[in-house]
């Protein structure tokens, strides 16, 4: 099947109890439920209910110095979406995982075993960990490897693992009891892959899984990034904060994916977006003041000073946000650093208002509103080219999530922009990439 | 609780649809069936209505060069353990991860992780991975790294890893939303290792699992291994072919046990059973004489040329076995090699008697019979002190396994010797290796 430009895409991105820093202190939180299997179960069932794409889960590999006020994230991705994939049947199972700090061979039968397990909705999303030293220490070095290097590993490193997917042919499983043979060994192919950074000799010991090759996600903005994303991704997470910049965001990975022979269609790009959805615009502004009250300033603090690269520890609240590092210092996350420094410079705000603009959302659009307000939004930015989706960030999980799920996803299917249920049964099929339709698209 | 020496243990270790080579073949076997979870599912049921101890998973990092009469082994295990921990409740959940492959920081979190996803019944079994270069050459290296080399950093990465686990107290995490603290910092510990092979500052980004540390388990039966295994590891699955020379392997672990100020009653001796259980003993001959008239020569010659290090294709298959190298020089799994060596001894068979005795089987106690006969087996093995239980492989899944779980399993309840309900709730519970029956063992 090819992409139906007319229905828009939703992947659910959970973490903790929320993505508001302060989500856990609310009072319809429960926050021991973080490290309760049966809590990823009924998300990842709420967004099979709401017919979503996807549900992901990000990750880092190290534990942050900041555990006193927050702690997010705290299963490892593919064992939790392996988990996940028992309890459902439909909904698109996306880990992230690092291509810094895995060895490829590993990682391709993990994704190609989650890809059977789940009858073919597994999804990497393709991270190179960032430059914080926090990750590296973990695995022996002093400080991860520079942000070229990385992404020049990265791509090696997908390849690697691409082709070792790739390494069974379709109908390499025999199984013929009368003849003895089991499989096809000319059917089965060593990889033999000598790179600048990898020597893998392949094949790969897990049968073709049902997807061939799982979908690929990426959500780097850097320039690296984008072309990591444009030659090789599926679908896109982004971080935009306005509908021009996220067209034009859309539109140069157009112009990337061209320059690589792929049409745009091959590539689903979906905007974060955080919907603070309630019956009345009352009632939402209410919870985000809620929200907002309950931040802890000094980790509010902690965590801008570690995107900003500035130390905001102490700062005066109600001074202006100090001037920032130049973007090519910057050794973390360019992207977000970007998006922070842009609306830092439209907006001028003081150190406070940035805490409660941000309020540990991390800059992902957020709608505060109706039910209505909130599929306006989307319906807008869809037709403006600026979203062929929205990966769904709930600032306080289930509550949000459950209320977009009943509440806005019904408005979505009566403008006809939403599927009412589910058309195909992998991850790639929901997203219009699988295989087929880019065998046609390039035959 | 401590150990009940008046109570066996047992272990399930699935492969394929059987461990005889050519279960596949047999006309009740459904082989297309190892790809589909729900087989897996089905298998790990089954084992949690007998009551087993655990379910257990094997790996290699490689395909073998023989898949044209067999593949066993499709899926990762940690993974499939996930995917298994969200339909079963009791049942211990163990998977081989090799510490000569793997980074220790991510394999701690995948144990961990998946010790929380079970409510406490994740065990690893450690493995070094073989001298085959085919492991290697998957990851970078023309050939493995020595058997000497291999367990010194295998005990390392073990430490690490217990380390990393360790990281988190049990009280850690607070979650107090009155005063916004969600974790108290002074109970979360880096490592800080710095060791010969590794390096890693810690701590683990998984808050402290049920059962804090995974049950360890342990499957090498060299000097190297049995250091290992009596140092740390709280189960042992071992290959022994007479009941003495499992009461002496059981001895020497004691031994080295005490040596490491650990008491016999910490360490669990599994050594392999094969029952081959039918009504009557005409009818499990008859099932052994079936299974082996489908076993492929070629197949079984390469097999044994790989276990034997020593070319056996196109054997003439009268003659006797030829003679075998030296064990100093045996590059690959030495203790499977010692136990073939030391049968082939005893018995002089020709290569064709050795391929049926074998039969695929990897030189695992085979007891072909009736239920009591198998009850019989166990019990007096467990009675001379030649095993605490056994590690039970099912010649035909899940045929076999089904008949144990209904004729055998109840005999041995019957004569007192294996639990009637689960008595607890943890992998380590069920071995009576729970952290708090080591603490009063040491205290």
């Known amino acids: 099947m090819t992409k139906n430009r007319e229905q828009l895409h939703l992947n659910l991105f959970p973490m903790g109890v929320g993505h508001h820093e302060a989500a856990w202190r609310h009072p319809v939180s429960t926050p021991a439920r973080i490290l309760d ?25 190290a534990l942050g110095h900041r555990i006193k006020h927050n702690v997010h994230t705290v299963l490892e991705p593919i064992t939790l979406l392996s988990s996940i994939s028992a309890v459902t049947e ?15 061979y590993n990682l391709a039968r993990m994704f190609a075993s989650l890809d059977h397990l789940s009858s073919g909705r597994a999804g990497w999303n393709i991270v190179t960990s960032s430059a914080d030293p926090l990750e590296a220490q973990n695995f022996g070095l002093e400080v991860n490897v520079d942000h070229a290097e990385r992404y020049e590993v990265a791509t090696e490193f997908v390849d690697v693992v691409v082709g070792l997917w790739n390494s069974w042919e379709p109908d390499a499983l025999v199984m013929d009891k009368a003849s003895g043979v089991f499989a096809d060994p000319a059917k089965v192919r060593s990889l033999d ?12 010991n897990v049968p073709r899984s049902p997807q061939g090759s799982p979908l ?5 903005s850097s320039p690296a990034g984008r072309t990591l994303a444009a030659s090789r991704a599926h679908a896109i997470f982004t971080a935009q904060q306005s509908m021009e910049e996220s067209r034009e965001f859309r539109l140069d990975i157009h112009r990337r994916a061209a320059a690589f022979g792929r049409r745009p269609a091959e590539v689903t790009i979906l905007p974060g977006l955080v919907p603070i959805v309630a019956p009345t615009v009352a009632e939402a502004q209410e919870l985000v003041r809620e929200l907002n009250e309950l931040i802890v300033v000094d980790y509010a603090l902690a965590q801008l000073s570690v995107q900003l690269e ?3 520890i102490g700062s005066e609240l109600d001074a202006k946000v100090p001037p920032l590092p130049d973007v090519e210092h910057v050794r ?19 150190v ?12 992902h659009g957020v709608v505060v509103g109706t039910p209505q307000m909130i599929a306006d939004h989307m319906h807008t930015w869809f037709e403006e080219g600026a979203a062929d989706g929205f990966n769904l960030l709930g600032a306080l999980q289930p509550t949000i999530v459950e209320s977009f799920v009943k509440e806005v996803v019904p408005l979505l299917q009566d403008r006809g922009i939403f599927r009412t249920e589910y058309a195909t049964s992998t991850l790639r099929g929901h997203y219009g990439a699988d295989s087929s339709a880019r065998q046609a698209v390039r035959g």
Chains 1, 2 share one sequence.
């Open 37 to 61: 299997p049966r809590y990823y179960h009924e998300l990842a069932q709420l967004a099979e209910r709401g017919l979503f794409d996807s549900i992901f889960f990000g990750d880092i590999l």
């Open 90 to 104: 439909r909904v698109g199972l996306i880990g992230t995982a690092s291509t810094t700090f895995n060895l490829p």
């Open 193 to 204: 892959h000598q790179g600048k950074h990898f020597r893998v000799r392949g094949p790969l």
């Open 216 to 220: 690929l996600v990426q959500a780097g």
């Open 310 to 312: 500035v130390d905001l």
């Open 332 to 350: 973390g996350n360019r992207s977000r650093f970007v998006m922070l420094r842009d609306l830092i410079e439209a907006e001028r705000p003081t």
């Open 352 to 363: 406070r208002e940035l805490i409660t603009r941000i309020g540990g959302l991390r800059g």
